[in-house]
Nanobody
Framework: VQLQAYGGGLVQAGDSLRLSCAAS????????MGWFRQAPGKEREFVATISYGGGSTYYTDSVKGRFTLSRDNAKNTVYLQMNNLKPEDTAVYYC??????????????????WGKGTQVTVSS
């Protein structure tokens, strides 16, 4: 599985962005998907994960109510809709895929596949 993340950019606080992560291969629906981010000088952190069929999602507290993770298995793509962006959301965002349950992906360690990151910069 190869993952390609895109959709990042420079926005102002309060704006919205939608990140996409497109996956290669025909077994996309066998993978739980997740987004993680890493800000300069900080460790990578969990943002959100979604189950194989999209029925369950998990979010870190700081993005609950602002970010929505969804997937379209027919298009092999996951989407992270980010609303009301804040300067503290500034980071490189990475998507990941793993066959473990989405709820257990939150540590980010040992995941099967990672995409290259996409930069999100939120100015105040």
């Amino acid at each position: 599985v190869q993952l390609q993340a895109y959709g990042g950019g420079l926005v102002q606080a309060g704006d919205s962005l939608r990140l996409s992560c497109a996956a290669s291969g025909r077994t996309f629906s066998s993978y739980a998907m997740g987004w993680f981010r890493q800000a300069p000088g900080k460790e990578r952190e969990f943002v959100a994960t979604i189950s194989y069929g999209g029925g369950s999602t998990y979010y870190t507290d700081s993005v609950k109510g602002r970010f929505t993770l969804s997937r379209d298995n027919a298009k092999n793509t996951v989407y992270l809709q980010m609303n009301n962006l804040k300067p503290e959301d500034t980071a490189v965002y990475y998507c990941a895929a793993d066959k473990r349950p989405a709820a257990t992906m939150t540590s980010g360690y040992g995941l099967d596949y990672w995409g290259k990151g996409t930069q999100v910069t939120v100015s105040s």
